[in-house]
């Protein structure tokens, strides 16, 4: 038996709609072996599907298929961290288990490219499934078979704190939000950003953070789907966050905070539960830059 540990991704990271992305020290663990049919269950309590269609099975499936090998089951076990649905890469962590997994089962038919290619093919986009592999801060383009990317590792004591909000947001009803088409001064309003974002938490210059994250792509329209997004980003920089922006398509909301800052996390949880939102959960984190790996 195999046994993964996949990274939670923060995806977007305000201004990089679809194309940045960094993993984080929240993990998914799965334990993977060949059966006669099909064999889930789940370590920690969490409802997954038990049959075929569990994603991690499902996607195991397709690649034994892709690769042309007899495929009879497997034996899969996991433990769920990160929460479904909260804009933290959870379908992502499950494609990149599957891709991993059943690769590794096989012998690594696939190469590191194919296998990057494969995940943002079966997700749709690689801003999560590519950190979620590679660790580090990823950026990609996905032209609709390949991915170019560049991973990134990044050495930094900055903390991510992340605020999880008590109820889940569909990817699809965060995007069904979005509109169809954006003006030219939109456009390079963001490309400038999220060239700002990379280089600046690369050297250091971290004060530019809080410019890079702003976003008219998608950001001003989910706020509307998170209740207090707004507020909570203002206490967030009251408290001296460097740059606070929605996760993915959300509804966690991301804050970027110096290591010195020990009180940071204390005082979200304060202001949280101040404004009733006792549910809501704070999270410390950092960058990840090893990815999916065998432990």
Known sequence: MIHLRIPATSANLGAGFDALGLALSFYNYVNMEESDGCHIRSLDGT?????????????AKTVYDICGKPFKGLTIEQTNNIPMARGLGSSSACIIAGLVGANKLMGEPLSLDETV???????GHPDNTAPALLGGIVTAVFDGKSVHWVKQE??????FIAVIPDFELKTEQARACLPKEISHSDAVYNLSRAALFSASLL????????????DRLHQPYRMELIPHARDIFDIAYTNGAYGAYISGAG??????VDSENKFFGG????????????GWEVRELHIDNQGTCEC
């Open 251 to 256: 509804p966690t909301l991301m804050t970027i």
């Open 47 to 59: 409802e997954i599907p038990a049959d075929e269609s569990n994603l991690i099975y499902h996607t």
């Open 203 to 214: 050297t250091g210059k971290y004060e530019n953070l809080r410019t890079a994250v702003h």
């Open 267 to 278: 005082k979200m949880r304060f202001a949280l539960d101040n404004m009733g939102l006792t």
């Open 117 to 123: 290619d494969l995940s943002a093919q079966i997700e």
């Open 154 to 159: 990044v050495f930094t004591t900055l903390k």
